[in-house]
């Protein structure tokens, strides 16, 4: 008879980054862990999957209650993997993270660690996403332990509507952290700006670059919040209807 429930854990920052072993160290503690991680980075995946090539999975470690795999596959790929392969049954939560850059505003489009949360959540699957403002490589977690804690077991405890996943992001360590903020996705957006350059043989080829611009004013919002120094939690879902204009938009 299961006693303990089963949390997947997955991210889009490999196996090595700090974020997945600090968050497969804290779910320990609420449950049993399979974590499955991305062979290499893969930021800015969004909701990818791989057709191309076959996916192949490796066992890394398998202990009482612990497994741990690595895979070739995009993050959405991997909790495909676990729902329809490397698992017996459904997880009953599914944590994604915790990345290393935020994930709040427009960036949950381009995610990898937001997609493969909503992945989770198309099936039914409670899940969340952790982010950390802060893209440095010696990038500080030490202190999203007891809030990562409280928000998961929360949702262990109380479930998710059919569909939701949470978007959850912490600013950067850099002073104490005021609490949780249940809030709505910032309007803001990336101005690109694409860095031409000359290879040896004359070819010319592009980075992308650019800034973050938010032009949104109102204080109730994702950004606004992390911006006072509290942890954002947006509850978010695949459905992309503009419903408002479902009865009004007409071709007649």
Same mark, same amino acid.
């Given at each position: 008879?299961?006693?303990? #429930?089963?949390?997947?854990?997955?991210?889009?920052?490999?196996?090595?980054?700090?974020?997945?072993? /600090?968050?497969?160290?804290?779910? /320990?503690?609420?449950?049993?862990?399979?974590?499955?991680?991305?062979?290499q980075?893969?930021?800015?995946?969004? +909701?990818?999957?791989t057709?191309?090539? #076959?996916?192949?999975? &490796?066992?890394?470690?398998?202990?009482?209650?612990? &497994?741990?795999?690595?895979?070739?596959?995009?993050?959405?790929?991997?909790?495909?993997? @676990?729902?329809?392969?490397?698992?017996?049954?459904? #997880?009953?939560?599914?944590?994604?993270?915790?990345? +290393?850059?935020?994930?709040?505003?427009?960036?949950?489009? =381009?995610?990898?660690?937001?997609?493969?949360?909503l992945e989770?959540?198309?099936?039914?699957?409670?899940?969340?996403?952790?982010?950390?403002?802060?893209?440095?490589?010696?990038?500080d977690?030490?202190?999203?332990?007891?809030?990562?804690?409280?928000?998961? *077991?929360?949702?262990?405890?109380?479930?998710?509507?059919?569909?939701?996943?949470?978007?959850?992001?912490?600013p950067?360590?850099?002073?104490?952290?005021?609490?949780?903020?249940? @809030?709505?996705?910032?309007?803001? &957006?990336?101005?690109?700006?694409?860095?031409?350059?000359?290879?040896?043989?004359? *070819?010319? =080829? =592009?980075?992308?670059?650019?800034?973050?611009?938010?032009?949104?004013? &109102?204080?109730?919002?994702?950004?606004?919040?992390?911006?006072?120094?509290?942890?954002?939690?947006? #509850?978010?879902?695949?459905?992309?209807?503009? +419903? +408002?204009l479902?009865?009004?938009?007409?071709?007649d």
């Amino acid at each position: 008879m299961k006693t303990r #429930p089963l949390i997947l854990v997955t991210n889009d920052d490999a196996a090595d980054a700090p974020g997945i072993k /600090k968050l497969a160290g804290i779910m /320990k503690k609420l449950g049993d862990v399979v974590v499955i991680s991305t062979e290499q980075p893969m930021s800015g995946m969004a +909701h990818a999957v791989t057709v191309n090539v #076959p996916l192949k999975p &490796r066992l890394l470690v398998e202990e009482e209650g612990y &497994r741990e795999y690595i895979s070739n596959g995009t993050p959405v790929d991997n909790v495909k993997l @676990c729902k329809h392969t490397l698992l017996d049954s459904l #997880p009953d939560l599914v944590v994604s993270g915790i990345n +290393h850059g935020s994930n709040a505003s427009i960036n949950i489009i =381009y995610s990898g660690t937001m997609g493969a949360a909503l992945e989770a959540a198309i099936d039914g699957i409670p899940s969340i996403g952790f982010s950390l403002s802060d893209y440095s490589v010696g990038a500080d977690f030490s202190h999203v332990d007891d809030y990562v804690e409280k928000i998961t *077991r929360k949702v262990l405890e109380d479930g998710l509507p059919e569909g939701i996943s949470l978007n959850v992001n912490f600013p950067k360590n850099d002073k104490p952290l005021k609490g949780i903020k249940v @809030c709505r996705q910032a309007k803001a &957006r990336w101005v690109e700006d694409f860095e031409k350059r000359v290879d040896p043989f004359g *070819r010319t =080829y =592009y980075w992308l670059g650019g800034h973050f611009a938010n032009g949104d004013t &109102r204080e109730d919002t994702d950004e606004y919040f992390l911006a006072k120094g509290y942890v954002s939690v947006v #509850p978010v879902q695949i459905d992309f209807t503009a +419903h +408002h204009l479902v009865d009004t938009l007409s071709f007649d």
